[in-house]
């Protein structure tokens, strides 16, 4: 018999850290965690009753408290906020960009459109540098603007890291906040390093990730906007292994234009020299053929989704010299021929109900 799945625990500590901070900007704790659907009350998370929340919990909580930060940080300064249905939205316009360098660039022009301004938004390199300026265009320097911009940077810098499975280790962030801010405790913020009295905020980070290309799928996207951004005092890796990262480039090409990079071109692409390449698969005991064959296989059962493609034409985009090959593979992938496999009936949905028994809306 199988057994569940162990439930991740995060710290009560780290959410009472985090309602202390709410609490200094004018926000109520006990109002928050109704808002999060967590079932504890302040006083047992002061008092030391509750040790640990569950991970779903604590991104609930995490989330109900940046909407609160920024709402009063946005009344102080009088101007808008960004909603996390932006952020999602902001993540779907980016997720089909090739290189860090588009997205950044989709970025300032999704800032831009915005009718009324949340950010402004621009990037300079120097000696190997990157700087991305992010002017959230807050003029009084208030405790809540500063937890405000500093979970801002860490949600883009996070985001960047994903989206080209680096660590997110290369990106720091650079405040436009001086001495009154530099002791304060801000881990659950930005786990990272932090410089202060800068002109303007800005995510510093090295120029050659600007070429890195994205990685990641609207699919994986779908799935890490579960919790994304609010997941951040969550245990997460933190990069993708070199075989993931080519395994997902060999999957985007595929369904892209239906070619395979070279070796040369994947080397490039990972910011790696061929001998360093092979080195680093070698150790991580994965050969480019098991990857292309992986990457086929995703690719494939994606488009035979896609009643309007042909058996054939599938067969092409995948790479295949023919319609023959293909099918032997997919086989070998499934058990069961492209024809069969897209003929399956659709699967039905669970029901879900609510705690009255009923079906939840």
Partial sequence: MASAPAVELVSADDALNLLQKVGRVGGDPAAILARAGVLYSFAALSGGAVRYLTRPHMAALYRECIVT????????????????????????CVITCHS?????????????TRGERLSALTLTTSGGVATL????LRRRKSFGGFLSDLAGLAAFSRLYAWLTGMGVH?????????????HEPVADFFAGIISFNHPINNIIFPEWLLSMPVVRTPAALETLLREFPFDFMAPRPAELKLSDRIRNLYSLALTRDGSLPSLKQLAGLAGLGLSTLRRMLLREGVSLRVLKDSARRDAALVLVQQRHLSIEQISNQTGFRDT??????????????PSRYRARPAPTPKLVKNRNGNPAA
């Fill in 69 to 92: 930060i920024g709402w009063h940080s946005s009344r102080i300064d009088n101007k808008p906020q960004m909603h996390p249905d932006e952020f999602r939205l902001l993540c779907h």
């Fill in 100 to 112: 860090l360098r588009d997205v950044i660039a989709r970025q300032m022009m999704f800032f831009r």
């Fill in 133 to 136: 300026a992010v002017d959230t």
């Fill in 170 to 182: 290369h990106f720091r962030a650079g405040l436009a906040y001086g001495a009154p801010f530099t």
């Fill in 324 to 337: 023959d090959s293909f099918r032997a593979a997919f086989r070998r992938w499934t058990g069961l021929s």
